[in-house]
């Protein structure tokens, strides 16, 4: 069965400092991986996918499958970038099974 | 980008009511519209898997008959919640598909509370 595991609940870094969101999966199939982004009061919405290698507000991603891994990382976190993220994994046609989720924190 | 609304986006009723919700794509077609339950300080837990014209997929422990799933249009999937009860408190959220799309389009969720 698919799994995504996100093992931090809460991840609080100072500004400035390198911040990496950790995602690991289980799925036999051929993974499609997203990072998914919730800012306070805001929808669910797509920061990047690992198929298309960009680095979107500084963060990138990149998925080791001998890992089973997809961890999100930025260099300098921001204070802006406090939020929930969600790592995602495409199964089947188009379903999506969704990590619990890391709320980061980026203190001043 | 796409939007997706939902309407609407708070509602409180009795128990033993039903409510319904929808779900539009505001710019484009989706064949394809996904409906998730999320509670408090947890994951999106997808629900269902609506299919324009045909019936929805749902997810397994989730109950048909009490979450009714209607996608009649190629913009529109209605959520409709059959007597309701407390325990069906949650946020609601519904995305869509674009055709030949990589990813879905999350509407903003519509807060459910029972009393």
């Known amino acids: 069965a698919q799994r995504v595991t996100q093992p931090e609940k809460l991840l609080s870094v100072f500004k400035g400092a390198p911040v990496e969101l950790k995602c690991n999966y289980s799925?036999?199939?051929?993974?499609?991986l997203f990072w998914y982004v919730q800012y306070s009061r805001q929808r669910l919405q797509l920061l990047l996918r690992h198929i298309s290698r960009e680095s979107i507000k500084g963060f990138t991603a990149d998925l080791n499958k001998g890992e089973t891994s997809f961890h999100l990382k930025k260099p300098f976190a921001q204070e802006e970038d406090s939020a929930m993220y969600y790592c995602?994994?495409?199964?089947?046609?188009?379903?999506?099974?969704f990590g619990a989720g890391t709320r980061l924190t980026v203190k001043p | 980008g796409a939007v997706v609304s939902q309407h609407p986006s708070r509602v409180i009723c009795k128990s033993g009511t039903s409510v319904k919700i929808e779900c539009r794509s505001l710019d484009f077609q989706a064949t394809t519209m996904f409906w998730y339950r999320q509670f408090p300080k947890q994951s999106l837990m997808l629900m269902a898997t609506s299919n324009e014209g045909s019936k929805a997929t749902y997810e397994q422990g989730v109950e048909k008959d009490k979450f009714l799933i209607n996608h009649a249009s190629l913009t529109l999937s209605t959520l409709t919640v059959t007597s309701a009860h407390p325990e069906d408190s949650s946020f609601y959220i519904c995305s869509a598909h674009l055709p030949r799309g990589e990813t879905q389009y999350f509407g903003p969720g519509t807060r459910l509370l029972v009393l």
């Open positions: 799925y036999s199939g051929s993974p499609e």
């Open positions: 995602a994994l495409k199964y089947r046609n188009n379903d999506m099974r």
